[in-house]
């Protein structure tokens, strides 16, 4: 069954993903798009920026003496000791079972998608997992085990429908012509795109 899962499931990202490059005219080319448009590919971008970071750039030049983030270099280590710490504060403290819950691999596993996603994704996931996670498990542990990974599919299918319906209803405004606040995609942060590097002048940007 998994292996007929992944063939339906590929074969529909591929026919999905073909139509929408031989449709959406001007599709990841932000500066052609309408305002409003969702075709922005945000994921895209970060992926060719990273093949340009490791690819053209180099990481010593981004992370080595010769680059501006060498004190991300350090987090290698934050991400050995956390661990470490975490275990180190449940044999402390054995009565706090909360404790061995935390989860530093799950946690920074996550925030790698943070690029292209924003907070309030972070946000939704955190308090729909711990209040079902946490108050409902404690509280309802029947209904938990019975109930809970049904749920959980319940919502991953929502959310799927809902992005369809959304689309077809209210992203698209050649459709319907609507005008909504979830049509902003903007960022809110006009320095998001500005250079880092020292002596680069580009007009609207500081010039470190």
């Known amino acids: 069954m998994q292996l007929v899962g992944t063939i339906v499931a590929s074969s529909v990202y591929f026919v999905t ?3 929408l490059l031989t449709t959406v ?3 990841c080319h932000p500066d052609l798009l309408p305002d409003g448009s969702p075709w922005t590919c945000p994921g895209d971008d970060v992926f060719y920026n990273a093949s340009i970071i490791w690819g053209v750039i180099g990481p010593r030049r981004m992370f080595g003496r ?3 983030y060498t004190k991300m270099n350090w987090f290698f280590l934050v991400g050995l000791l956390l661990p470490l710490l975490v275990w180190a504060m449940s044999r402390m403290f054995p009565k706090a079972k909360w404790i061995t ?16 996603a924003r907070a309030v994704n972070y946000l939704c996931w955190g308090a729909v997992g711990i209040f079902f996670n946490f108050v409902v498990y404690r509280r309802y542990k029947g209904w938990w085990a019975k ?10 299918a929502g959310v799927a429908f809902t992005a369809i319906l959304s689309y077809f209803a209210l992203q698209n405004k050649n459709i319907l012509g609507v005008s909504w606040w979830g049509l902003d995609v903007e960022d809110h942060c006009p320095l998001a795109h500005c250079p880092t590097a020292p002596g680069i002048v580009v007009e609207g940007c500081p010039v470190f």
């Open 17 to 19: 993903a073909w139509w």
């Open 25 to 27: 005219k001007n599709i």
């Open 66 to 68: 010769l680059g501006l």
């Open 101 to 116: 819950l935390i989860n530093m691999p799950i946690v920074f596993g996550a925030t790698a998608l943070m690029p292209p």
């Open 147 to 156: 109930h809970n990974y049904v749920l959980s599919a319940g919502l991953d």
